[in-house]
């Protein structure tokens, strides 16, 4: 089992950056790929972004590309997911969630945290 804890929600006006972070205590995220989605009211879930733990291999929405990163740090098996010049749209729930292939589909995924809220004002 894998307990996952997101934090660094918040109010942000459009064209501002926040960073999402994704961590555990329960067990190391090494052997996980991890990756981040958003629901935003009457919204599915969609998918924002991916990582391999290694950081080898990412994988974007094409609505978040070069906007988002996802940087990792190891020795605190945190991820991150770095939001820059952000827009009203990407106002919604942020959930972190791992499993162990790089996928964009969210029934893939095993373990998911509790979410935070993102909102941006324009």
Not at 11 to 34: E, N
Not at 48 to 76: I, Q
Not at 97 to 116: D, E, F, I, M
């Amino acid at each position: 089992q894998v307990h996952l804890v997101e934090s660094g929600g918040g109010l942000v006006q459009a064209g501002g950056s926040l960073r999402l972070s994704c961590t555990t205590s329960t067990r190391t995220l090494s052997s996980y790929a991890m990756g981040w989605f958003r629901q935003a009211p009457g919204k599915e879930r969609e998918f924002v972004a991916a990582t391999t733990w290694s950081g080898v291999s990412t994988l974007y929405a094409d609505s978040v590309k070069g906007r988002f990163t996802v940087p990792r740090d190891n020795a605190k098996n945190t991820v991150y997911l770095q939001m820059n010049s952000l827009k009203p749209e990407d106002t919604a729930v942020y959930y972190c969630a791992a499993n162990s292939g790089l996928l964009k589909v969210a029934a893939s995924y095993a373990y998911w945290g509790q979410g935070t809220q993102v909102t941006v004002s324009s």
